[in-house]
């Protein structure tokens, strides 16, 4: 949770005083399956508090199934899951997903509604606060996010960075222990990416919790504490970005990275 959550934070994330406490991920031996399909196959991998870890591999490898489990937007068929000690497959999906937030590739933003809207419903919804302190909120977290100017602009009126944005706003909101990142900057423009991916680790280095499926290798070795490649459904490896970028083990790795560097 925001613990030092100033109320105007209006020059955007970058210049304000945010900190975050994030929680840990304990994944155990995680197996999940849709249909006859198995997909995710004894699935282990710690997430310490306040740290990024970074998930790579090849499309169709199981990465956004691994991110789903971790808020229950799928079941896992077995193994367990602690979020700060505290198994998820106990907790109510919905108090889960307070603590657990996910941003998507596609921002999934009403487009009736104002980017300050999008925010507030999350707040009104799923947190049942009231109006006028859901819009404070709202309000603090686009400014962190650099959209303190654009906050009554409806989806259609911002930059797909702008509207990823506002849906890290929106995580951000539920003041959540960990994030997930699905490929959050895959659909966006060239030039919008690198500042959704400079905000990532600004959260990052405020010390949230952040589990971040990408594409973007630059960004894994600059910003990660560690980075699992994903093949089949397995964690093959798991490592420092030096030790996966400059010393990969294994020879799926090794032709992972040939084809994506
Ligand atoms: P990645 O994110 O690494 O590309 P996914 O987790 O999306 O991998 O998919 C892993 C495997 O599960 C793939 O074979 C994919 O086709 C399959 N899959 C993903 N979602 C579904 C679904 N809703 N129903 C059936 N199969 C799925
Ligand atoms: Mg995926």
Redesign the pocket.
């Known amino acids: 949770p925001a613990i030092d959550a100033k109320p105007s934070l209006q020059k955007g994330i970058a210049a304000g005083s945010l900190r975050f406490k994030g929680g840990s991920l304990a994944i155990s031996d995680l197996d999940m399956a849709?249909?006859d399909?198995d997909?995710l196959k004894g699935v282990s991998l710690n997430v310490n508090a306040g740290t990024v870890t970074c998930v790579i591999?090849?499309?169709?490898?199981?990465?956004?199934?691994?991110l789903k489990c971790l808020n229950r937007l799928v079941e896992p068929k077995a193994g367990d899951v602690l979020l700060d000690g505290e198994s998820i497959l106990t907790m109510k999906p919905e108090k889960l997903r307070r603590r657990v937030g996910m941003v998507f590739q596609h921002f999934n933003l009403f487009p009736d509604h104002t980017a300050l809207e999008n925010v507030m419903l999350a707040l009104t919804k799923i947190k049942g606060m009231a109006k006028r302190e859901a819009e404070r909120v709202a309000e603090d977290r686009l400014a962190d996010v650099g959209l303190a100017a654009r906050m009554h602009h409806r989806p259609a009126r911002l930059s797909g960075g702008q509207q990823q944005r506002v849906a890290i706003a929106r995580a951000l909101a539920m003041d959540p222990e960990v994030i997930l990142f699905?490929e959050v900057t895959s659909a966006l423009d060239p030039e919008l990416v690198k500042g959704v991916l400079d905000l990532m680790a600004d959260l990052g280095q405020r010390g949230m919790t952040m589990v971040i499926?990408t594409h973007e290798m630059g960004f894994a070795r600059k910003v990660a504490d560690q980075v699992v490649f994903?093949d089949e459904?397995r964690v093959v490896e798991v490592g420092t970005p030096t030790a996966i970028f400059d010393a990969p083990q294994s020879p799926r790795l090794k032709r992972f990275l040939a084809e994506v560097l």
Do not use: A
Request: no cysteine; glycine share 28%.
């Open positions: 849709y249909g399909l997909v591999g090849p499309s169709g490898s199981g990465k956004s199934t691994l699905d499926v994903m459904g």
